[in-house]
């Protein structure tokens, strides 16, 4: 897991092309960008912009993917991501394309994602997305799906 502040996405080794072009993409919206789907790049780097608010932990579950790793970049508001190593975790729901869920554990590590600020989970990452931090926030976030391999 990478865990930054937008204007640092330069300063890493990306694994393939397709993470340039996803923070490219990144930089050119805003709060105001509606929500939907974006190409990028077809399948390979796409965006899903929306808004919502923040939610309790009842209900959730780790979720972990083995296809793409997400990109969550967050534009107004702030949530908590819940993050797990996913060898440490039980299985709830079967693999399908391309998500699995797991149940969550106690005491997880916690990631407060606010504006400016975005984190990179691979498939060893189980996360639990869109958690009230301190108070219920409406917030705007990118999630950028980048196939891997």
């Known amino acids: ?27 050119t919206i ?7 789907r974006y190409e990028i790049d077809g399948d390979a780097v796409y965006c899903m912009f929306s808004g ?9 579950q780790f979720e972990a993917h083995r296809v793409y790793a997400d990109i969550q970049y967050m534009l107004s508001g702030e949530e908590s991501i ?9 299985s709830v729901k079967p693999y399908e394309p391309d998500i699995e869920f797991y149940g969550l554990v ?4 916690e990631i407060v994602l606010s504006a400016g600020r975005f984190c ?29 391999g």
């Open 1 to 27: 897991m990478i865990f930054d502040t937008i204007e640092h996405w330069r300063d890493y080794e990306w694994k393939s092309e397709r993470f340039v072009k996803a923070f490219e993409f990144l930089e």
């Open 30 to 36: 805003t709060a105001e960008t509606p929500d939907g």
């Open 52 to 60: 919502y608010e923040t939610r309790g932990l009842e209900g959730h």
């Open 82 to 90: 819940l993050w797990a190593p996913t060898p440490e975790l039980a």
């Open 106 to 109: 106690p005491n997880p590590a």
């Open 120 to 148: 990179v989970l691979f498939p060893q990452d189980a996360h639990a997305p869109c958690t009230t931090h301190v108070n219920v926030s409406k917030v705007r976030k990118a999630v950028v799906k980048v196939r891997l």
